[in-house]
């Protein structure tokens, strides 16, 4: 009897590792193979749709964002400085990635002091609204969570987040940062007084703590409540035609990590289709995401969405209860929102979606996600000799 329970200790332990291992290991070679190709963005109908986006001045100052990268950069000791900075255009802008695949460049919040923290928050503070900055630290808070409820589990924790800077922060030449993590990442790039904030995800699992040191933290239910309603507000022809799929049954997303060349084409619901109440209510849920950008440079953004709100799609999978889990896309020419509830991965895996583990993705599709478009004209305009944002300098 002895020796049966020592084997099933010894299986139990040997599936333990065997889906950590898993969990852990790069699967197929997915992120080596995009990461050799040459970026290209998001696309529909196959092909990149020029002229989108024009290098202009915003008339919102970036002068804050340049301070406070300038500050957290001196506020480094030399090592973790050389190891934080990249040039503008270095692949490392598309090696982020939601799962920890890949050793994390930059300097982590876990190695930081205090002062240095305050710096980077002061980074993610001067770049991003209050609601913003709100909902990042929240999800590095419900990361803590989610390590409480693992055991502690070493791919997760409250300060297992990265941050790099690409290029020298300058209010004339092109520069950027971004912040890396478990469903927490910002890509946030700069050229004079223009911004470009993609991609970003954003998501939790949990999405609400229950338990523990962030006890009441909760995040992601407005961005799924206004959709459902939005959803649910749309008459019967309508839903059906925004309606991919009645059916919700795994994960949906499809502009994660590495797919920064997705061939996606429009489908659903055109907002040319609805009325000017409906189509106010869509651009509040685009809102939602938009606006965790600082309020200036939003209102630059949403500006650009509603020019082309006319071509912006709305589509939907799964039920439209109270209850449903589901998966949202928002889907323009100049901006791409997916909101998917995915199976649960962490403490406990589950074949159903739920809606305690969710994920978001936003993108500037037509080559514009890491400002790639814009950054490709500032060269051209000052006759750079540049590979034009293709350069693979590997660190």
Known sequence: MKNNHRIWIATIAIAVGVTVYAQR???????????????RGVVADGKVETGLFKIESSGVSTKPVVDAAL???????????????FPVDDLEWRKWDNRHFYKRQGVGFDEMDQKQRDLAFGLLRSS????????????????????????????????????????EPSETEPWGWQIDGH???????????????????????????????????????TEQDMALAFMRSLDTGQQNEATLSAVKDGNNALTEAYKDNVDLDYAGLVASKLDES?????????????????DGHAKVKMDEVREHLNRTYFAWI????????????????VVLIEFDHQRRVAPMRSQDPSRDHIHAVIRTPNGNDYGKDLLRQHYETHHHEHDHGHVHSEK
Request: charged share 15%; hydrophobic share 40%; net charge negative.
């Open 318 to 333: 799964g039920g439209t209860t109270a209850e449903s889990v589901f998966y949202y896309r928002i889907h323009s020419p």
């Open 25 to 39: 290991r790069p699967r197929g070679g997915g992120g080596e193979a995009s990461l050799a190709q040459p970026f």
């Open 278 to 294: 409906q189509q106010e209510s869509l651009l509040a849920v685009i809102g939602q995401y938009v606006g965790n950008m600082d």
């Open 183 to 221: 469903h927490l990442v910002i890509n946030y790039f700069v050229v004079g007084d223009q911004v470009v904030m993609s991609p970003v995800f954003i998501g939790s699992e949990p999405v609400h703590a229950t338990s523990g040191k962030f006890k009441g933290t909760v995040v992601m239910q």
């Open 128 to 167: 991003l609204s209050a609601k913003g900055l709100k909902l990042s630290q929240d999800i590095m808070k419900l990361n803590g969570t989610l390590a409480e409820l693992a055991n502690n589990f070493d791919e997760y924790g409250e300060w297992l987040y990265w941050i790099t800077i690409m290029g």
């Open 71 to 85: 500050a957290l950069l001196d506020g480094l000791s030399e090592s973790q400085r050389k190891r934080t900075t």
